[in-house]
């Protein structure tokens, strides 16, 4: 028989169990488990007689023993030793292992018990907890209850009631009880009662007659303003039968009236303007034009309502809490960008109209209107010229060269009234942090959509911005104190402006027309010709060499007026650079000067040029007269073309070329030169009609 064959014999011959067996068996297990009950329980009482310190050494000695026995075992197997050593050997460390386990499970119950203590502490510490908690809770509420209960007030004690003194004098014997009010606090008190009450009585019944004389008043009022407005259709009619007579007489009350009335509604500023303007065209000049225009109906509901711009102070959390919208989303954060453009750039509805009539037959017309939330005056400005087919409103005019329409642009023509009066930026101080709180640009940018705001706009509303202001009000002294003085600036810069342009008109033809009051004061033949006349730039002046000088001297700025002119004579050709400022004719023009004759000359090279321009430059005082000095251009020019013919026949005299001169000798003088400088004669004496030397 094979091995294999073995065990399955094996598992073939065992038989199943008979009930007895199994009964014997089951009672065995019934002994051995309450064996282990009964072992258990008297382990956990074990637990109680057992300190922990000595089942700690228990089990550090125990540990030692398994350990030195382990190596003993391995001694006595590597010597070989006999089976029963090694038995006796293996029955020890198993008892050992046997304490080991016994110490665990005590270890075990003692931690058990040490919780199931710790447990009970904590149930005792929460019950103790919520009876804390419950008492607590009752002296809250009763604390509660104590003062609501001191402080009850009865209704009696929100009534005023007179003094004690005052009750004790005024009151009735029957009321005031003295006898037993004043050892009785509580009876005093009903007392005091009593008679508010009784005052109280009397004081409704004046009350019910008041109203009945109130209600006769009103009945009486409402008669009377019947009346009124029955008369009201009748005066009207009146008024408008003496309106012929008005006219005739040239008394437009009704009008004035009107404008009057208009003006309440104006806001200080402007209100100043027209009360000041309309005096000054009253006692000074009536050709002085000044009207209310606007929507007044507009102007009535702004007043009514109050304040009008509100701050967006909330913009930039809004925009925050928003970021994460769409499209649609971004196109409602530009409008409302643009919506606080325009509410800062808000116009009052009214504004004033001053029209200003010059001798001449022109006219500057000024519309002055108040911003609301930067609180400043702007100007829009035109002109209209006395002939019937020119009109420059917006700064072109078709009879002369597109090149001189610039000289009466609104942006140009009251440039400079006062000295450095540009009105390119804004006169208060607080509207540069207003308009960057609103995320704005810089008020510049916004000049042609609200106007200009000129000081002297400023000034004629009674407005003046200091930095130590932080309310600023308007003041009638302020616009009283410069409105003749601006009247007469505004009419003088109207003349002085029309006047250049008709000489720039001219020296575009090339014709240098000038005045017969000055003709005296220049040969009647001058040679040299003006060929060409046309306007530069700051830029295109810059960049000439012989002109450096006036720029690093700061003589010339970006904002002043420059002009071209080209004079020729034979094969001589002047190149004159001209700047003038926009206060001219006060400040008379600058030339600048270069001659291209067999080479080019300028004041660098040839001292001759730098007389020319002295001559041209330092001596306009000769050219003007104390009257009128708005001719100062043409005059220089003439006198320009006059040292030119001078320069140029001299320079032919004394030179040794052989052959016919170019140049001929047209003017009379006594010398060529004169001098160490060798200057040439360059001053003109008319008294005589020779050219001499200065």
Known sequence: MSKEEKPEKRKRSIKKENPEQK???QESGSKESKLTTSLFYSEEAEVDTRSPEKDVEVFKSTCSDIRQTMLDIKSLKDKKASHDELEDKRVSVMLDFMNLKKLNRLAHIRCKKVREQTNDAKQRIDHYHLQLQNLLYEIMHLEKEITKCLEFKSKDEEIELVTLDDFYKTAPSDISRTDTTKTDPHL??????????????????????????????????????????????????????????????????????????????????????????????????????????????????????????????????????????????????????????????????????????????????????????????????????????????????????????????????????????????????????????????????????????????????????????????????????????????????????????????????????VDPEYQGLFPSKIVSRLTSWKRSTYEDFAVLPHAQALVDDEVVEQSDIFFTAVIERGSAKMTAQIVMTHDYPKVAPVFVVSVLWQHERTAANDKHIKEMEEEVNVHHEELMNSKSCDTVLSNQMQRLLMCFDIYLETEAAGSEEEGPMEISKEKIYNRMLRGPSRSKPYRYCPDIGIFTHR
């Open 23 to 25: 009964r014997i068996k």
């Open 188 to 513: 005093q008190r009903l007392a005091r009662l009593e008679w508010e009450l009784e005052q109280r009585k009397q004081l409704a019944k004046k009350l019910k007659d008041s109203k009945q004389s109130k209600e006769g008043l009103a009945q009486e009022i409402k008669n009377k303003q019947e009346y009124l407005e029955n008369l009201q259709p009748k005066l009207k009619t009146v008024l408008e039968a003496t309106k012929p007579v008005q006219e005739y007489l040239d008394m437009p009350f009704d009008q004035i009236r009107e404008q009057q009335e208009t003006a309440r509604h104006l806001p200080p500023p402007l209100y100043v303007l027209y009360m000041q303007t309309s005096a000054y065209r009253q006692a000074c000049d009536k050709d002085l034009q000044v009207s209310i225009i606007g929507d007044l109906d507009a102007a009535k509901a702004i007043k009514s309502s109050g304040k009008v711009v509100e701050e967006d102070s909330d913009s930039d959390q809004e925009e925050q809490e928003h970021s994460k919208k769409s499209k649609r989303r971004r196109k409602t954060v530009d409008s409302r960008v643009q919506e606080r453009k325009q509410q800062a750039l808000k116009k009052h509805p009214l504004a004033v109209k001053l029209d200003i009539n010059c001798k001449d037959g022109n006219s500057l017309h000024l519309t002055f209107n108040f911003l609301i939330t930067l609180e400043i005056i702007t100007v829009n400005i035109s002109l209209t010229l006395a002939e019937s087919n020119i009109s420059s409103i917006s700064g072109s005019i078709s009879e002369f060269n597109v090149t001189l329409s610039d000289l009466l642009a609104p942006e140009s023509v009251l440039t400079d009234l006062y000295p450095g009066d540009h009105g390119k930026t804004s006169p208060n101080p607080a509207n540069k942090y207003e308009l960057r709180k609103l995320g704005l640009k810089d008020f510049t940018s916004y000049i042609t959509e609200v106007g200009w705001p000129y000081l002297w706009a400023q000034w004629l509303g009674g407005l003046q911005f200091l930095e130590n202001n932080a309310v600023n009000t308007p003041e009638e002294d302020v616009s009283f104190a410069h409105m003749q003085q601006t009247i007469r600036r505004l009419k003088q810069r109207v003349r002085s402006r029309l006047c250049l342009m008709k000489q720039t008109a001219a020296f575009e033809t090339g014709n240098v027309v």
